[in-house]
């Protein structure tokens, strides 16, 4: 599907809407949960002025948003942002997402920001791909926010 096609300024009301869809269809529980962003060398606090995310798990398979908009962040490293649930581990397990709003992170213009699901584990890193590289973290910021969505498999 063309996610741009249905998507608002971010994305973000229309992906619930599609989500609350599928879920009175295949009669699902859409989840809460809190998303936790940190350093992904030292993860730091901040002090959070928006933190949502939502989800539909259907079997393994786990979709959703997460949104995170941070001040004072005192981690180092990449942008590392928790998940509702664990991934699948080995080695050629996918899952990531896309970033559809950003405020304030700093990164070269040439990258395109992406989500990469860490296998093993409840984290996605903020990502970022130029042509003819390859991805690179994006650091954290002291005060900036965005919104991913994501998909991947669950362990169980």
Known sequence: ADWASWADDDGKISLIVNMMLLQNSLFLSLSSYTPIVSGSSSE???TYTQ??????????LVIGYANAF??????VGGIDISLPVDSQSGPSVGGGGSVISSSALSWPAAKQLTVSVIAGSNTAR?????SGSSASLIPLDTNAGLTIL???FSQT
């Open 44 to 46: 730091g606090t901040a």
């Open 51 to 60: 933190q949502d995310g939502r989800y539909i798990k259907i079997g393994r």
């Open 70 to 75: 941070w001040v004072d962040h005192t981690g």
């Open 126 to 130: 903020i990502l970022g791909l130029e």
């Open 150 to 152: 994501f998909a991947y």
